[in-house]
């Protein structure tokens, strides 16, 4: 088997042996055992590394036969660090499928800077692509668009009555701007300003786990 992956986790495990968690493109994210040799150039093992693997299936377990490494990503300033680390926490704990769209999106965001609104773009779109965007312009409860907070147990925004003073504080002009970050390319984004950024960011990651930890 041959495929590219995003490597999100490496941990050695002593004797040139490493545990890798890899989001790939034909087996979506796995884990893989790595014996390097001495003539390894070992950055492709690294996390956030774009790597072409050989892979061998031994039970249920996968081997690296071989990787050639397609493109390093390894950060160059903490603000990169921070930002690619946080795309690898944010899927290392979740069952991912092969999904094309997927693979695309994380080998795109990876390479990035991490200037605002990348992640925020890549939540919203990794959101999208999985089937979980949250409900924004109308109350989940009644269909009111009077947007008064966001319910991570409801799946989306609830108006005055409904919410009842309970969730996160909301706007219609934070769900706008989620919207955008879920449908506008990243050079798109980059050039418009966003004032709900956090807002939207702690609330999208909320909304992930609860429906992903149930």
Request: proline share 4%; glycine share 6%.
């Amino acid at each position: 088997m041959e495929t590219e992956g995003v490597v999100l986790k490496s941990r050695d495990l002593g004797d040139r042996l490493r545990h890798l968690t890899v989001y790939t493109e034909k087996l979506g994210k796995v884990n893989l055992l790595v014996k390097l040799r001495s003539a390894d150039f070992p950055i492709k093992y690294e996390p956030f590394s774009v790597t072409e693997f050989k892979l061998l299936q031994k039970g249920e377990k996968w081997e690296v036969v071989e990787g050639k490494l397609v493109k390093e990503n390894f950060p160059k300033t903490k603000g990169e660090l921070l930002y690619r680390s946080k795309i690898a926490r944010l899927l290392s704990p979740l069952e991912l499928s092969p999904e094309n769209r997927l693979y695309q999106l994380i080998k795109r965001y990876i390479e990035e800077e991490g200037t605002p609104p990348a992640y925020q773009a890549f939540l919203m779109k990794f959101l999208f692509l999985e089937g979980l965007t949250p409900r924004l312009f109308r109350c989940v409860e009644c269909g009111s668009s009077e947007i008064s907070t966001f319910s991570v147990e409801k799946g989306g925004v609830l108006c005055k009555k409904c919410g009842e003073g309970s969730g996160i504080r909301w706007s219609r002009e934070a769900s706008v701007e989620a919207y955008t970050l879920t449908k506008e390319p990243l050079e798109k984004l980059k050039k418009k300003r966003f004032r709900w950024l956090n807002l939207i960011e702690t609330a999208a990651q909320k909304h992930l786990r609860y429906r992903t930890e149930k």
